[in-house]
């Protein structure tokens, strides 16, 4: 099999996996290197392919959803309550984020779909010696959430008013959080 035919193939996997498949795992199906897989990942891209590379493997990004930013509020022990909210009602929390006054935005991708990607975010929390980047802001933080409609982000937004996570936006906050 050659580079343009290997390429091929990734792309099927990719495009018929529902959940991220790690490089390890094409390299294994494709018998070759984990490398030769990211070279070919990274030439996938420069071609106009939009792969997600995340801590779980890579992944074609799904039709268009739509975001909204949600900015909330709560202790350390309403992480997972909040998430659950979030994904319960169809939405997928692609990031966190805080805007910090001297550091500006700080953000890290989290990609969580499901009360599975919450329970082994929960225990990658608890199991190291890392601190929620909600705890830089005292509690503030920011979710992009993509769901498929404009009904289920008002959903969520709601669920997250309901139970006291929405937070209001301050004069000195940027209106637009850009990467």
């Known amino acids: 099999m050659n580079g343009n035919e290997r390429r091929t ?20 199906a494709l018998n070759v290197s984990r490398q030769i897989i990211v070279q070919d990942i990274a030439l996938l891209r420069a071609a106009g392919n939009d792969i997600l590379s995340m801590n779980q493997g890579y992944m074609i990004q799904s039709k ?16 997972e309550e909040e998430l ?6 169809g939405g997928i929390v692609k990031d966190v984020f805080v805007y910090h006054k001297a550091y500006g935005v700080l953000r890290a991708d989290m990609d969580i779909r499901s009360r599975l990607d919450i329970e082994m975010f929960m ?5 190291g010696k890392s601190n929620l980047l909600m705890n830089v ?13 404009e009904q289920l982000l008002d959903i969520i937004q709601e669920k997250l008013k309901e139970k006291g996570f929405l937070a209001r936006l301050q004069d000195y906050e940027p209106v637009e959080f850009s990467s």
């Open 84 to 89: 659950r909210t979030i994904v319960d009602f």
């Open 137 to 149: 802001t005292s509690g503030y933080h920011y979710h992009t959430v993509f769901a498929d409609s």
């Open 64 to 79: 268009p959803k739509l975001s909204r930013v949600f900015k909330v509020i709560h202790k350390e022990q309403d992480v």
């Open 9 to 28: 193939q990734i792309l099927k996997l990719l495009t018929d996996s529902q959940t991220p498949i790690s490089g390890i795992s094409l390299a294994r």
């Open 123 to 127: 225990e990658k929390i608890a199991s």
